[in-house]
């Protein structure tokens, strides 16, 4: 594979080194000959390009580390372009996690009301970025890490761009599976199936070897020998794993326990404040002028392994290598009771310049109605960020299965508008 050129718009983010890192331990994997940070923030391009230098330097990766404030510029000759943005920061995070605990719902930055105050504010930026790339360099691929992942996908691909949306979620199962059982991540294959952040292993392969296209089913293994510590780290109860004979996302604990998340919320403090104080820290630490790897203090910060994923998807879509990986990804006939523009995480191959997901066997009923019932809510949150009004904002509140009554969506509907009236061009 020849050297590549990526760009990562968001460059200047504190997470960005969780990136620099995988791509500088994977450097045989993915070969890179440039990588552009994108950002406007000046001051802050500038600490991270400084660590991602001494980052590429220490792991002896050649790569020229380049920064640039306007996306034209920094897209000019990639080969994919790696988005993670966060409009309005984690002030804006703070007040999605804070306002509809007011009304008794769950406050987090990509369910229920607060994830569609963020889908609203992100939407439009996110589109207008990707028509610039277009513009720049249409050959370009859009790799989507920004939340809420499946309908920021959803919108991309919708308007004709060249985009795949990618999540942690599974990677990090994979990870922790094969570190229960002592193998290697890469012979652990699994059968995850739904939509962002709303999925389920409904199967765990275990693979003779990596390239293998069969292997042993030892989810009932893991569940039996492993499911107190699963459960552990979803902090869901084990008799729910035991009862549906699968591993749930932990983001399912926002439907399966709502009213004991809501109460944790409400007595526990913000995620975004914790995140913000992270971030404070990570910043002084990337001044340090002697510092040449990733802080420990970055696992904190969320995402672990997402450079591992992205290293992965990268190498089979723009190499000559093929890949199995889990991406977010148009429907197209796979879930049949989804319309086919619907955007689904579930496995896919990968190979040079396309993007197939796998056929899947039937969804369970318990699954599949929830999983209808968030497809169109993500319908409706797309149309209201794309046509914003009052009254689309609340008829995607009042199909979401997290709120769905008529005062209560009035409710939130009022309090999204009054937090958020400075990034939405129609309010």
Known sequence: MPALKLAI?????TYTPELIDGFARLRDTLPIGELTLIDPAEDRLALIAGLAERIFAKQGHGARISTATSIAAGV???????VQLRIGGQAARNSDETWPLECGCVGQETTG????????RTVPVVLDIAESIRMANPDAWIIDFTNPVGIITRALLNAGHRAVGLCNVAIHLQRNFAAHLGVDPELIRLDHVGLNHLTWERGVTLLDHPAAATGQEILPKL?????AEIAADLRLPRSILEQ???VPSYYLRYFYQHDVVVEELRTGGSRAAEVAEIE???LAMYADPTLDHKPELLGKRGGAFYSEAAVQLLAALLGSSEGVQVVNTRNDGILPFLPDDAVIEVQAQVNAGTIRALPQRPIEPLFAGLIAHVT?????????ALDGSRARV???????????QLELADQLTDRLIAHNRAYLSWA
Request: hydrophobic share 55%; charged share 20%; proline share 2%.
């Open 244 to 246: 549906l004979g699968v």
């Open 76 to 82: 000019d000759g990639a080969d994919a372009v790696l």
């Open 280 to 282: 404070r820290q990570l």
């Open 394 to 404: 609340f008829d995607a509140l009042l199909a979401h299965p997290l709120v769905g």
């Open 223 to 227: 569940l039996t020998d492993f499911g």
């Open 376 to 384: 169109a809510y993500e319908d409706l949150a797309l149309r209201a």
């Open 113 to 120: 009301a607060g994830g569609l105050a963020k889908a609203l």
């Open 9 to 13: 718009v968001g460059g200047g983010s």
